[in-house]
């Protein structure tokens, strides 16, 4: 009911101001005698006063009259237009009725066609008090932020949105949130794997101090891990420290960390490591023995492409677009991976396969409207029109 009120008064307020001319002309029209009208019936009043007086002669007084006269019919109405003199309020109170008349019409038909009466109204408190998994994305993500601009301290609001901000390549976004988080609610290791990742994706695959301190932290108590000490190897190369750089290449290669848990080198891992141990000491280096690609175990931790030449970068990425492309097709995926299949796509200059992707990601969430306009403002963002 508040709504209609609400709209009726806005009405109301809208016609004032849109008719305020049409209205002024009609008080205007409703005078029956102008101001030039009245003026001139005052100056024959006065003649007579001045005969009364003697300061004018009969003469003078006649000729006055005359000319007074003159003026009076001159801006008085004509015999035959008696009946005409209502006319213009007519006319504008016609129009004005008319013209209200049509801005409710159209704004109610507007808002049949384009608006929602038949959904009752939800305040924000009640869309927040809706579960999470109802609500999309974007909506969560509002609702997080909010949360942390009334309470900045809240270290859990900040280690929930930092992931999501990564996913998402808010990358600046992402390492200011994973430090809040470390700052409030200490140091793990998904908070300092984040913060890396985070600071290697804003950089471009550039070692700097930030990957260096978290990954170091990470290996001072998961000593076997594999990522950040190819990492920090990749920053000693960066460095111009090849002799180190190899070295650290070369334990990685041997897999004496992996025989820890009992994993295999990943095969693309491998090659990547192999790649630039060749690099740095300038020699080819025999690949070592290693189980078949199957095309089915991990690929290369995230940004590593980044830290091959140009020639490999390339093959690398190639490689790792079709793997994501295969698994994809063949096992769906989420929101995010198909974004990050359709940029990659965009970004080679494959126009057609970044349609096509886009259109099976559509069609995996064809049930979730709301995934699928992010997904078709995801792709207008990159540029690629409509169909």
Avoid at 7 to 17: D, E, G, Y
Avoid at 93 to 103: D, K, T
Avoid at 133 to 141: F, G, H
Avoid at 288 to 314: I, V
Wanted: glycine share 8%.
């Amino acid at each position: 009911m508040i709504f209609w009120v609400i709209c009726a008064v806005l009405t109301v307020a809208v016609i004032v101001a849109t008719l305020r001319p049409v209205m002024q002309a009609t008080e205007h029209d409703s005078n029956p005698d102008s101001a030039d009208l009245q003026v001139y019936k005052d100056q024959l009043a006065e003649v007579d006063r001045d005969i009364g007086r003697g300061l004018l002669t009969a003469d003078e007084a006649a000729a006055a009259r005359i000319e007074i006269s003159r003026r009076i019919l001159a801006v008085s109405p004509r015999e035959g237009d008696s009946d005409a003199g209502p006319a213009p309020a007519n006319q504008s109170s016609i129009v004005f009725y008319a013209a209200a008349a049509l801005i409710v019409a159209s704004s109610l038909g507007f808002y049949l066609v384009l608006g929602s009466p038949g959904y009752s109204g939800k305040p924000f408190a009640e869309r927040a008090s809706q579960p999470p998994k109802n609500a999309p994305v974007q909506e969560l993500i509002a609702r997080v932020e909010a949360r942390l601009r009334e309470a900045p301290d809240d270290g859990q609001g900040w280690d929930v949105l930092a992931p999501v901000y990564l996913k998402q390549g808010r990358n600046q976004d992402s390492a200011r949130a994973f430090a809040r988080a470390i700052a409030l609610l200490g140091e793990n290791q998904a908070r300092l794997r984040g913060l890396a990742e985070a600071h290697l994706a804003a950089s471009n695959g550039i070692v700097g101090r930030e990957v260096r301190d978290a990954y170091r932290k990470i290996l001072a108590k998961q000593p076997h891990l594999i990522a950040p000490r190819f990492w920090l190897a990749v920053g000693l190369e960066q460095d111009g420290k090849r002799a180190e750089a190899a070295a650290a290449y070369q334990v990685l290669l041997r897999n004496e960390l992996g025989k820890q848990n009992d994993q295999p080198l990943p095969p693309p891992l491998r090659r990547l490591i192999t790649e630039r141990l060749a690099v740095v000491t300038g020699k080819p280096v025999k690949q070592p023995p290693q189980l078949p690609d199957t095309g089915k175990g991990p690929p290369p931790p995230a940004g590593m492409a980044a830290a091959l030449p140009a020639k490999e970068r390339a093959a690398t990425i190639e490689q790792m677009v079709s793997g994501l492309a295969k698994r994809l097709k063949e096992n769906g995926g989420s929101q995010q991976e198909w974004q990050r299949l359709i940029r990659a796509y965009w970004v080679l200059g494959r126009r057609e396969q970044a349609a096509t992707a886009l259109a099976q990601a559509k069609k995996q969430y064809a049930k979730d409207t709301g995934i699928t306009q992010q997904l078709d403002a995801f792709a207008q963002e990159l540029g690629m029109k409509p169909g």
